[in-house]
């Protein structure tokens, strides 16, 4: 690690390496050491916090977070599930105290991770994203959505998950996969709501068409999809609204985001105190400061990620609510059938496949 020195955050939300940046004083933009508001010494200013958030959403909020704190983050990026993999085998000696970022389900998979904490600003977000565990603070909203190639879509009509299946498209649909991405989950079970009920036949056969004109062409990483799709690898890609709207903001003139006309879903990002934090009172600070009104108007005026909180500034280049035709995610059906529904996928991909 560099000390004295905040080091400019990667963007890669599926990284296999993980890059970290640390420093025990913090400097402002003249390069000047800045003094920490506290008598505590550099070690205890410090916070770890582990997360696959796009480079938007992490130089919007760690910045903020440090200056008014004091605290000096030190960040490892990855892949949701890679860092939990890697929380689970530091269980016993943990060197994250924040995970931040990841679904619900996954959280819920791995709730002997977390100490219990509520925020006192928890109370003011809307009661459906409340932390009723315990141990899950809801930050922001994200939505499933489709990433199209405007250069190599031609005359293919994408408004929805119906026009995946046309055969034009058969190995040019990028996908991650569901029993290893929570992105990838998170349209498994937006496309099975909304295609007929998580249980139908009609949903499950739509999942087996789907795949079918993926044609076993899996990509490794959720990143992988909206990148192998604005670099003209891949016409359509099965993706999520942050970072597909981030490359919009970017400039990025060759995709368009389509929010599915038979309905999205917009899940709660999560974040969690990890249990045997070394540096538990700064990682309550960290979960405060960013559902409070400023962290929640740093995220909505500055990224591409929703705020949960209702009253948040929100982004002139989002698209809103009012013009997406949105379904909701049965939070409790699929916290309780998540293995039965990666497993059903599984043998319906295996078979499709032929892997």
């Known amino acids: 690690m560099k000390k004295n020195f905040i080091a400019s955050f990667v963007a890669l939300m599926m990284a296999v390496t993980f890059t970290s940046c640390s420093s025990k004083s ?21 916070l770890v916090v582990y997360s696959p958030n796009s480079e938007g959403l992490v130089n919007s909020i760690i910045p903020a977070f440090e200056e008014k704190t004091g605290i000096t983050v030190e960040l490892q990026q990855a892949g949701t599930g890679e860092l939990f ?39 003011d977000l809307p009661e459906e994203y409340q932390n009723k565990e315990g141990y899950r603070t809801s930050y922001g909203l994200d939505g499933s959505v489709l990433i199209v190639n405007k250069d190599l879509i031609g005359d293919i009509k994408i408004e929805g998950y119906k026009d995946l299946l046309n055969p034009k498209l058969k190995g040019k649909i990028a996908s991650a996969d569901p029993t290893s991405s929570s992105s990838a989950f998170a349209h498994l079970t937006n496309m099975l709501k909304v295609m007929g009920g998580y249980e139908s036949d009609e949903s499950w056969n739509y999942v087996k068409e789907l795949y079918s004109n993926v044609d076993g062409k ?24 942050d970072p597909a709207a981030q490359l919009l903001k970017d400039g990025a003139d060759n995709v368009e985001l389509i929010y599915q006309n038979e309905g999205v879903v917009f899940l709660p990002a999560g974040v969690g105190i990890i249990k045997g934090s070394k540096h538990i009172e700064n990682a309550k600070k960290f979960i405060d400061f960013v559902i409070s009104k400023e962290g929640q108007d740093i995220i909505g005026s500055q990224t591409t990620l929703r705020p949960v909180l209702p009253s948040a500034k929100i982004s002139d280049g989002m698209k809103k609510y009012d013009e997406i035709k949105t379904e909701a995610e049965d939070y409790d059906y699929i916290i309780k059938n998540t293995e039965d529904i990666a497993s059903k996928f599984k043998d319906i991909f295996t078979e499709v496949s032929g892997k």
């Open 85 to 123: 993999t890697k929380l689970n085998g530091e269980k016993t000696d943990p060197v994250a105290d924040v995970m931040w970022g990841g679904g619900y389900t996954t959280y819920n998979e791995n709730k002997d991770l977390f100490e219990e904490y509520v925020s006192k600003y928890d109370k």
């Open 218 to 241: 899996i990509q490794s990483s959720s990143s992988q999809v909206y990148k192998t799709v604005a670099d003209g690898e891949m016409t359509v890609g099965l993706t999520y609204e």
């Open 26 to 46: 913090v400097e402002n933009s003249n390069g000047e050491k800045k003094e920490t508001k506290t008598e505590e010494n550099s070690s205890d200013q410090t």
